[in-house]
């Protein structure tokens, strides 16, 4: 495997060397790799377990972690193999940190959620050097008469994760989630190989965090395969990422090639007093961490990191979508604290958009789950950002005539965040003479039903229920992780079942048979009958994620919990006019009139029955049939500014779970009003109504009171 051509020498920090390779590996590649590798081979299971296991596992750490392999692929799958048949033979003999059983995990249906020690806050972005010089000034203001040194490193595009080490053997991973508690991914971890099992300095209890990411070369093999497998391509290294970590199968996951680097340490015997000696720490203890990092003493120096990555950043193995600044002293960083949702200590400096030039050779149009039809350009593939483009979205008919794209026109496009391509601009100068601008069409392009323009926004939409294009993305929508989490419904399978008019709604899945499904493209008798197994347990959602996974337009999983636990079961639900449904607390007139609109349609009777013949949930289990007295009881209570221990829909619950209302505006029938940091105009009118205002902390000490906490 080939060193980067750029690494940072860490014997002598504030000096960039971009010949010299990390801990000079040189040198471990000119000696004997170990010395236990040279003793005669024990013959002893006891024995040769803990030594193929050490063996391994230093191999691993030269391979994955040095870039500086010591023995071939084939020496390495020798020993592996040895190790292997052994702990099958003596599995009272394998050790927690055997590189044999990186893959051990069994395939789970969903992941735990495990609240994070310490929270794993968002960085603020910025994407102009001014924004720059700001955060340094407010760092310098809150730091009078300080010296100020910052930590450069490169803002890979990935997945964060934390990873708990308990006497040196990796115990937990957890994702961010919500940056409170996240999913606990540990066997999916597991098998990534940069992440050692067990650190190579013994007895050490510590935190870690990095960035999950696959490199560009692994991503194309992904997408190559996925499209031979006739799967849908992802459509960046972020999202293949994080898709990866969510498969429930740790067997699916070793297959990604994905890596990790880590960024940041918490330990209790931590004698550190900067973020770079951290850096050097985790190092040592076997972890990965991005050579390229650069310890800067003024912001002078962070600039020339940023403009020189953001020159080479093509030529890195990764993507990379800016740089990370980040004060270098930890009781400095203490100091600054954090807002609700960012350390004060640190930013992150976003690369521009990178842009392109190239052709529209055309324009079509994508037909959504609720009927919405998108514009899309078919363009002239064009590298950007690390990989090709050819389409590119066009939003909507009043963007296409604001730019006044047109068919045949060269556009500039980029990739906004480095992710979605758009169409920037239109280079006017080298437009056809007889181009024309482009009409909208007044019918849908695949069932030829009349388009409508929707009243209370930008979307035109095609408003036949009966549309296949709407049906394949409701099936897409309603096989979800987040909806019924349906493994093996992906766009292939729902293509064909509504092509072949086996499915009409989503209903119809639930009267599918092994034969039936077996004799689909593509779908063998086994996957078959995990795609069953999957229907049959999806019997058991919630009800609330059922009406999420149904698609109604505007009802998310947040107000479709506060839907399901307010009436209880869809018959109440479906009785509901428009004004009842609109008290409902967090739900406005847009959002009634939707669920008003679906219930009363002509084929959501049809649809219900056929779901509750099929035994899927239509009532919420386990309401509480009294709640008790609370602080909240009775209160309209309204919530404002950001708070640091849940979102928004999370607060709100649990206020109305303790009998109060949450409302979104403040008037003379408020109660009480939550303030988070930055709270704005409502906090200003509920003082000047005299009405109650609770600190989070305040907040949170009534949650706990209540039994909440």
Known sequence: MKLPDSTIDRAT???????????????????????????????????????????????????????????????????????????????????????????????????????????????????????????????????????????????????????????????????????????????????????????????????????????????????????????QPFANPRNSTAGSLKLQDPRLVARRNLRYFAYWLSTPEDPAATHWRHLEMLQKWGLPTNPTATRCPDLDAAFAFYARYETERDDLPYEIDGVVLKVDDLDQQTRLGATAKSPRSAMAYKFRASQARTVLRDIVLQVGRTGAVTPVALLDPVPLAGSTISRASLHNDDEIRRKDIRIGDTVIIEKGGDVIPKVAEVVPELRSVDAVPFEFPTHCPVCSSELVRDPDEVAIR?????????????????????????????????????????????????????????????????????????????????????????????????????????????????????????????????????????????????????????????????????????????????????????????????????????????SKKTDLVVAGEKAGSKLTKAEKLGIQVLSEEEFIEHLRESGKM
């Not at 034969?515 to 049959?536: F, I, P, Y």
């Not at 994620?545 to 009436?567: D, K």
């Not at 739900?587 to 049809?606: K, L, Q, Y």
Request: with cysteine; glycine share 6%.
């Open 462 to 666: 095609c408003e036949n229920p009966a549309c296949s294009a709407q049906l394949k993305r409701r099936l897409e929508h309603f096989a979800g992780r987040n909806a019924m989490d349906l493994e093996g419904l992906g766009p292939a399978v729902v293509e064909q079942l509504v092509e072949q008019d086996l499915v009409k709604d989503v209903g119809d899945l639930y009267s599918l048979d092994l034969e039936t499904l077996a004799n689909l493209e593509r779908l063998a008798e086994k996957s078959a009958r995990n795609l069953l197994d999957g229907l049959a347990t999806s019997r058991e959602r919630s009800f609330d994620r059922l009406l999420f996974a149904l698609g109604l337009r505007h009802v998310g999983s947040t107000v479709a919990r506060t839907l399901t636990r307010h009436f209880g079961s869809v018959e109440k639900m479906a009785q509901a006019e428009v004004e009842e449904l609109e008290s409902v607390p967090e739900i406005g007139p847009t959002i009634a009139r939707s669920v008003h609109a679906f219930f009363t349609s002509p084929e959501s009777d049809h649809l219900i029955a056929k779901l509750r013949q099929a035994g899927l949930q239509l009532e919420m289990e386990d309401l509480p049939e009294e709640i008790a007295e609370s602080y909240f009881t009775g209160k309209t209570v309204v919530l404002t500014g950001n708070l640091s221990h849940y979102d928004r829909a999370r607060a709100a619950a649990l206020i109305q779970e303790l009998g109060g209302r949450t409302t979104s505006s403040v």
């Open 13 to 231: 920090p504030l000096t960039y060397n971009s010949d010299k390779p990390i801990i000079q590996a040189e040198k471990l590649q000119s000696q004997p790799p170990f010395s236990h590798m040279q003793k005669t081979m024990s013959t002893d299971p006891a024995t040769r377990i803990p030594e193929l296991t050490e063996q391994l596992n230093e191999h691993n750490h030269s391979y994955h972690v040095l870039a500086a392999p010591t023995i071939s692929d084939r020496e390495y799958d020798h020993l592996l193999d040895e190790l292997q048949q052994l702990e099958e033979a003596h599995p009272d003999l394998r050790l927690p940190d055997s590189p044999a059983q990186r893959v051990g995990g069994q395939p789970t249906s969903e992941f735990p959620t495990v609240p994070h020690p310490v929270p794993m806050l968002s960085l603020d972005n910025s994407y102009s050097p001014e924004d720059l010089l700001d955060f340094d000034r407010r760092v310098r203001q809150n730091l009078p008469d300080e010296e100020i040194a910052y930590v450069a490193e490169l803002k890979i595009d990935g997945v964060a994760l934390g990873l708990t080490y308990e006497d040196s053997i990796l115990v937990r991973a957890v994702t961010r989630g919500d940056g409170v508690q996240g999913d606990e991914i540990t066997a999916n971890a597991r098998t990534i190989r940069s992440i050692p099992l067990r650190l190579r300095t013994p007895g050490i209890s510590c935190q870690v965090r990095g960035e999950v990411y696959i490199e560009k070369n692994a991503f194309l093999d992904l997408n190559c395969q996925r499209d031979e497998a006739g799967e």
